[in-house]
């Protein structure tokens, strides 16, 4: 069974450039998150979705960031514009909600880095 | 609030030594699971245990085992017999306990290195 797929695995962009980055959440997880890892920091919830609701955005940095999730098997975070502040990795994670909090399994993440 | 923190930045030990990673956690909440995940060079993340707050027995899963102590907000993880291979980065979560909550509270990390 296929784990999280996540696209691009690497982005180069300008500053000012819209960036999009894809997520395929494992089939039939109904939760879907979105996290930003950098280096100062660290892994940071920037939103998740349940049965392809928004719950919780509060860690959505600014209104350049904006997230989908269209269908229970896609889900995208777009930036736009985007600042070299950025550049960071970009994890998809999803987990079955069974009520309780379960395992999240986590995508490969993608590479951003604003020039 | 909820707060994950993870006080040791960097480990490096000889293979074949234990170590233990400490993590401790602030949260109001009577009810909550902890949760341990490894980074490795590849920078995906891997799970490795979710414990409930209700549950504080000590867990083994081979060459690993947890420590829950809720007196004093401690979750820490221990490797025995370290090897190369546990090279990674650890992190420690904290998660609400109810229904549809799913948010993880990541602590900083813990970079562990094995040498040979």
């Known amino acids: 069974d296929a784990g999280v797929i996540q696209s691009p695995r690497h982005e180069v962009t300008e500053m000012g450039q819209e960036v999009t980055l894809r997520c395929k959440p494992i089939?039939?997880?109904?939760?879907l998150f979105w996290y930003r890892q950098t280096m100062m920091r660290g892994l940071e919830l920037l939103i998740y979705?349940?049965?392809?609701?928004?719950?919780?955005d509060s860690g959505m940095p600014e209104d350049r960031f904006s997230a989908k999730m269209p269908n229970a098997s896609f889900s995208t975070l777009k930036i736009q514009p985007s600042e070299p502040r950025d550049s960071a990795v970009y994890f998809c994670?999803?987990?079955?909600?069974?009520?309780?909090?379960?395992?999240?399994?986590f995508g490969p993440g993608t590479r951003l880095t604003v020039l | 609030a909820q707060k994950v923190t993870q006080a040791q930045t960097e480990i490096s030990v000889v293979e074949k030594e234990d170590v233990t990673l400490d993590c401790v956690y602030e949260?109001?909440?009577?009810?909550?699971?902890l949760f341990w995940y490894k980074q490795p060079p590849s920078g995906e993340l891997v799970f490795l245990i979710r414990?409930?707050?209700?549950?504080?027995q000590n867990e083994i899963s081979g060459r690993y085992s947890w420590n829950f102590q809720k007196s004093t907000s401690s979750f820490n993880f221990t490797i025995t017999a370290s090897q190369v291979v546990d090279s990674a980065v650890y992190f420690c979560a904290l998660s609400e306990a109810k229904q549809g909550a799913q948010k993880l509270v990541f602590g900083q990390g813990t970079r562990l290195t094995i040498n040979p």
């Open positions: 414990r409930n707050s209700f549950d504080e």
């Open positions: 949260t109001r909440d009577t009810t909550y699971y």
């Open positions: 089939s039939g997880h109904n939760s």
């Open positions: 979705f349940n049965n392809n609701v928004p719950i919780d």
């Open positions: 994670a999803s987990s079955a909600t069974g009520g309780l909090p379960n395992e999240q399994f």
